[in-house]
């Protein structure tokens, strides 16, 4: 399957950019400094900064060059925070992205609760309703669905699983082809637990900035599958934004080792 084809047929979607650094601890500081960047443009556009965020390693990554700085340079006022996908699960649950992000990151930072667009308990037994509820809370942040075709997030941050999957968009799944929803149920995810809820390829694809985020050996080879051979179709392959939205995948070098796809400079 090709990459998804942008909003406008002429336009030909984003090529990723890939930074690649030694450690992960370069690479969380190289992300601090591209989130912070990411920040300063949204702010400029709406004075506002519209995040999606993953759950998995990411949360880590994410926050340990962003919390506790020396300088002011998080405007963490601004922000509005959702999540790129969510398990079905109570928020005080181990398997929660919320209670995983929760833990490493928010409870580091000023952010305030109204700031951390979190999933409707009372309807984790309904994944229809409980979808439409958070596509509610999107179409409130970016001004209401009737007159918004799809919200532009400022930033998604994204992780990859070891088989390509990304949020909770799995490879040859049917929801690969959903293109009207912003936010799907999934009730047989390969990766437990199996009831989630996601951002669809068309809200991804929309966002002005997109950033991978993964690390180690063990992401090498559907690294190299994603990058080297997006005819496969891989859902971190079709993740491919219309520009001028951009792509970017940050690694460490144990996970690009075997990429042939070239490396960018990582410069701000
Ligand atoms: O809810 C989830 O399961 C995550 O959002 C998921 O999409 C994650 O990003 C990948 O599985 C990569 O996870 P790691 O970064 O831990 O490898």
Redesign the pocket.
């Known amino acids: 399957m090709p990459p998804m084809a942008p909003d406008a047929p002429s336009q030909k979607p984003a090529e990723p950019i890939l930074h690649s650094f030694p450690s992960g601890d370069d690479l969380s500081q190289a992300l601090a400094d591209f989130v912070i960047k990411a920040q300063n443009e949204a702010i400029d556009r709406r004075n506002k900064f519209t995040l999606a965020t ?5 949360p880590k990554i994410l926050a340990k060059f962003l919390v506790n700085r020396s300088d002011d340079a998080v405007r963490w006022d601004k922000w509005q925070i959702f999540f ?4 079905l699960v109570p928020l005080d649950h181990e398997d929660s ?1 919320y209670s995983l992000c929760e833990k490493e990151f928010f409870s580091k930072t000023p952010l305030k609760p109204a700031q951390i667009h979190k999933i409707d308990e009372k309807l984790l037994d309904d994944a229809e309703e409980l979808s439409d509820e958070y596509e509610k809370q999107l179409a409130e942040a970016f001004a209401g669905k009737e007159s918004v075709r799809l919200p532009v997030f400022d930033l998604i941050l ?5 088989d390509g ?4 968009l799995f490879p040859g799944h049917e929801l690969l082809k959903e293109r009207s929803r912003w936010v799907a149920p999934i009730e047989d995810s390969p ?1 437990p637990p199996p009831r ?1 809820i996601t951002l669809t390829l068309p809200v991804l694809n929309k966002a002005h900035r997109i950033a991978f ?2 690390t180690g050996e063990g ?1 090498q080879e559907m690294l190299s599958k994603a990058l080297d051979q997006p005819e496969l179709g891989l859902p971190a392959s079709l993740v491919r934004p219309t520009p001028p939205g951009d792509v970017y995948f940050l690694t460490d070098d144990a996970a690009s080792k075997t990429v042939k796809y070239p490396r960018t400079e990582f410069k701000l």
């Open positions: 993953s759950g998995g390693s990411l790129a996908d969510e398990r992205n994204l992780g990859m699983g070891p999957h990304t949020c909770s990766k989630r985020c993964l992401k």
